[in-house]
């Protein structure tokens, strides 16, 4: 499948439709699964306990380099830093806990900021932070979170609405529930074990559209 980019509404940047999110459970190293991504998708590096952390996101930014991915390196910006990522991601916890002035200068900085949601104040914080993209979630159940209570459709759209900034969807994506999102208003797919259905030919979706 094909990505496509779509613009920033806040920042003028290319934020990608699709993003796969490494999980270091489910997929311990994900070098593999980015050699199938498609040029333009997003990757989204999480790996927080893996004991060589750094040496493991340096790969995964050369072959995100090599192959035209966009990467986001999750809740630690001298890392982003150090590996010259595309974009920050934050936790929702690390936005609530104190990481704001570094996140605030490298979004002077021009680059890239996401900021996970699972909460109307999170998206207040988003907002607040002039992020590009709130990632909201769990959507739908999902493995990673099976206490986590999901937002659903409508639980999406309540947090959707209070949302200037472009959305993406986390949590339990399957093609069927991917459409549904999308007509929700979603701007960016997020995957972790969705990502597999996704490259196996399943119907183009056209996500991206300007919120």
């Known amino acids: 499948m094909k990505a496509s980019y779509v613009g920033s509404a806040m920042a003028g940047k290319k934020l990608p439709a699709f993003i796969f999110v490494t999980d270091g459970a489910r997929q311990p190293d994900p070098v593999p699964v980015l050699r199938t991504l498609p040029r333009g998708w997003g990757v989204l590096f999480r790996h927080y306990d893996h004991p060589l952390r750094e040496a493991l996101g340096r790969r995964v930014a050369r ?9 986001l ?4 910006v001298r890392l982003a830093a150090r590996l010259k990522a595309d974009g920050l991601h934050l936790p929702e916890g690390l936005a609530r806990r104190g990481i704001l002035s570094p996140a605030l200068l490298w979004r002077q900085q021009g680059r890239a900021l996401s900021i996970a949601a699972h909460s109307p104040g999170a ?24 206490n986590a209570r999901p937002l659903g459709p409508l639980g999406f759209l309540r947090l959707k609405a209070l949302s200037p900034i472009p959305v993406a969807a986390l949590g339990g994506m399957r093609p069927a529930t991917a459409r549904r999102l999308r007509d929700c208003g979603a701007f960016t797919l997020a995957l972790v074990d969705g990502v597999f ?8 979706l056209s996500c991206g559209r300007n919120p």
Do not use: I
Request: aromatic fraction near 4%; proline fraction near 9%.
């Open 63 to 71: 072959l995100c380099k090599e192959r035209g991915l966009r990467l």
């Open 73 to 76: 390196v999750a809740g630690d």
């Open 123 to 146: 998206v207040r914080r988003a907002k607040a932070l002039r992020a590009d993209l709130v990632v909201l979630s769990p959507v739908f159940p999902t493995v990673s979170h099976p």
């Open 197 to 204: 259905l996704f490259l196996k030919g399943a119907p183009r």
